[in-house]
């Protein structure tokens, strides 16, 4: 099945094994994407798999493939590659910004935003239920993030992978034996999970479910006997059960849905999923082993999100984080007796948690204006009582059999660091050494009159000034998540920079109460500017920034709002920067994976075809005719949820109406994992700001 570059399309239509597993892996790339669709382009496309793949497709071949068939599709590769390297397309829109290899002139400055950067962050070590010497986590100190062992026994800690664009998710099972990491491809998210030894001279990793087809990681949950994964691919999200080295089986289907969480006897799983249709309020499924499902339960509007089973083998009993009071709470759900407990504990802000190890208590973690409290909650007696916990944000914890509890923790002063509370005293565990960047100034918080209530804001002022100062309003990502008082690397080297920072919990946002958050529904995008809008007119009332020297700025969503506010308040901005955003949505839902294509349904109220005026309405090229400011927008090539075609598209829109759209582009996924690529994405941001903004302002 030799292809060379410059076979015709009808004879690659003989071959309709080779063309689907082609384009399965274009879809999964987003490179191309939608290019198989313009069939003069076919052999482009081709040309471009085979620059692409000289490192990674030469050795692909589908895992449903015959043998036969994979060593043809192999061949044909290997052939192709031995071909001349087409040129990279010089036609891509946008003119490349020219990032500059020193950001400040001053040592001491340009030692220290850097420095923030490649600050090691740790996430909380996760250990083995059997062994709780043995410990699992995630870092950036080698300057990407990768999956690290830490034989607590022997305080030795061990990088346990060392891949190009990083590795993100793990798991460790009951015995401590081993360690499950997911290998995708570059950062695009897709691919299978691998197994290896705890130990350093142990076993080397392998595909820990061979037989399981690759796909989006969608939860993972290990048990003593068997491992549940889910997974999720072009026909949507799968629950498969198996052991490594025997035959797994699939025991579930549907369209979106997350495994959290399996039972300490090995005979239960609880999933979320969206059956009913709203992925943005998910219904809980329990799953046993044999494929049977013994429960289920939905709150029809409000989400339900399993937290974990109690611990000992014959409990049945699972923690659930609900919202039937307008805000999560939680309750525990006896499955084996249906009976549902809700916990009443008087706490302010959203609540979440987790099982001590003797099941009697729960851990509970209070978010309230963007800062974290912990406390144990006893189920017997309902007497809770708060831990002393250091001030700021606390991004996960777990309690441990000697009675301590272990926390990530940052504020937006301090460097992400593991503390532990053990004996009523709160003390830091672990954090990186040398490798821990220096600090940075405290947010102040405050309160705006908005539109539909009053909106939390914080503002960060770099040291020493007074009065109105060019200001970037940095819009957050989610949209379902929320600025806190944690520490930002970004966010202190545009304080660094001279800029004011303002970050605006608008309407859309977690930790603010179910009413906050579902606030945007039907209309995305649009609800959160009027937030964004009365903050600064109240920066502006109150000597905080001017008008004329105001940025927008965002990642992901955030980056999504900033492109909408370019066009839909062009006289606000004097200049927007877009990361890794969506700017064309018809064509970034085009190319979703289903469960992203499920989420925009629910929070528009259906498909573009259904409501294309919604859809539109939310779109920022659709005002691509109204940008007059600036726009620098920074593209990562491998990005799965907001892909590259559609920001070529919004890129392009710009240039046909005369604007010189800037354009910083990498090859990293959607949220990078390289430092270099975080350095590279902050520095073009700050030099396109210097330029439109503190030069002209």
Not at 77 to 84: D, I
Not at 100 to 123: H, K, M
Not at 174 to 192: M, V, Y
């Amino acid at each position: 099945m030799e292809r060379p570059p410059d076979t015709h399309l009808g004879e690659l239509a003989e071959e309709a094994l080779f063309l689907r597993d082609v384009g399965r892996y274009l879809r999964r790339r987003k490179f191309i994407s939608g290019f198989l669709a313009e069939r003069q382009r076919i052999v482009e496309v081709l040309a471009w798999i085979t620059h692409l793949t000289r490192r990674k497709i030469a050795g692909y071949a589908p895992r449903d493939a015959t043998k036969q068939q994979s060593r043809d599709l192999e061949a044909a590769m290997s052939a192709a590659a031995a071909a001349e390297e087409p040129a990279i397309p010089d036609d891509l829109p946008g003119q490349e910004l020219a990032v500059p290899s020193v950001l400040f002139t001053d040592p001491e400055r340009e030692q220290r935003w850097r420095a923030r950067i490649r600050s090691a962050r740790l996430s909380l070590p996760v250990s083995a239920r059997d062994d709780e010497s043995r410990s699992v986590y995630r870092s950036n100190g080698a300057g990407s993030y990768e999956i690290y062992a830490w034989d607590r026994s022997h305080g030795e800690h061990r990088q346990v992978t060392d891949r190009s664009k990083g590795t993100l998710e793990f798991s460790i099972p009951p015995d401590g034996a081993d360690i499950w990491w997911f290998a995708d491809t570059d950062g695009d998210e897709f691919g299978h999970w691998m197994i290896e030894s705890f130990l350093a001279d142990g076993e080397p990793a392998r595909a820990a479910l061979a037989d399981v087809p690759d796909g989006y990681p969608s939860g993972i949950a290990l048990g003593a006997t068997v491992a549940a994964v889910g997974l999720v691919d072009d026909d949507g999200f799968a629950v498969w059960f198996g052991t490594p080295g025997e035959p797994s089986r699939k025991v579930y289907t549907g369209e979106d849905g997350i495994l959290s969480c399996i039972s300490a006897d090995d005979t239960l799983v609880a999933i979320m999923h969206a059956e009913h249709g709203d992925s943005r309020n998910p219904g809980i499924r329990i799953l046993h082993v044999d494929g049977s499902s013994p429960a289920e339960q939905l709150d029809p509007g409000k989400p339900l999100v399993p937290l974990g089973w109690a611990p000992a083998p014959s409990d049945s009993r699972l923690l659930v984080q609900h919202e039937r009071n307008g805000r999560p709470e939680l309750l525990v759900w006896d499955i084996a007796t249906g009976k549902q407990d809700e916990l009443a504990i008087d706490l302010p802000g959203e609540l979440t948690g987790g099982w001590y190890p003797d099941g009697g208590a729960v851990l509970v973690r209070s978010t309230f204006s963007g800062r974290s409290t912990l406390h144990r909650f006893d189920l017997a007696s309902t007497q809770i009582r708060q831990l002393p916990t250091s001030a700021g944000c606390i991004g996960e914890q777990a309690a441990r059999r000697d009675g301590s509890v272990e926390y990530s923790w940052s504020s937006s002063a301090h460097p992400h660091v593991i503390r532990r509370v053990q004996n009523g005293d709160d003390e830091q565990l672990l954090d990186a050494g040398d490798r821990v960047g220096p600090g940075s100034v405290p947010v102040q918080d405050h309160w705006v009159d908005g539109p539909g209530g009053k909106i939390h804001v914080f503002v960060s002022v770099p040291l020493g000034v007074q009065g109105p100062q060019p200001t970037v309003f940095n819009l957050h990502g989610g949209p379902h998540i929320a600025d806190e008082d944690r520490y930002d690397a970004m966010r202190a080297a545009w304080i660094d920079a001279g800029f004011t920072v303002v970050n605006i919990n608008y309407r859309g946002s977690s930790g603010y109460g179910g009413e906050w958050r579902n606030a945007i529904i039907g209309r995305p995008g649009l609800t959160e500017l009027e937030d964004v809008a009365a903050v600064q007119d109240w920066c502006e009332a109150n000597g905080v920034s001017d008008r004329k020297r105001s940025l927008v700025v965002g990642f992901s969503w955030g980056g999504y709002l900033s492109l909408l506010a370019v066009g839909t308040q062009p006289e606000r901005w004097a200049a927007g920067v877009a990361g890794v955003p969506i700017a064309d949505y018809i064509a970034a839902y085009e190319d979703e994976a289903p469960p992203l294509k499920a989420m925009d349904r629910a929070l528009f109220g259906g498909a573009p075809e259904e409501l294309p005026e919604r859809y539109a309405a939310s779109s920022p090229i659709t005002y691509a005719d109204d940008v007059k400011s600036p726009v620098l927008v920074l593209a990562a090539a491998n990005d799965p949820r907001c892909p590259i075609r559609q920001i070529n598209n919004y890129l392009q829109a710009l240039e046909e109406r005369g604007q010189d759209p800037q354009v910083c582009r990498d090859d990293a996924g959607h949220g990078p994992t390289v430092n270099e690529t975080v350095e590279k994405f902050t520095a073009a941001a700050i030099t396109f700001a210097r330029g439109r903004v503190l030069e002209t302002g």
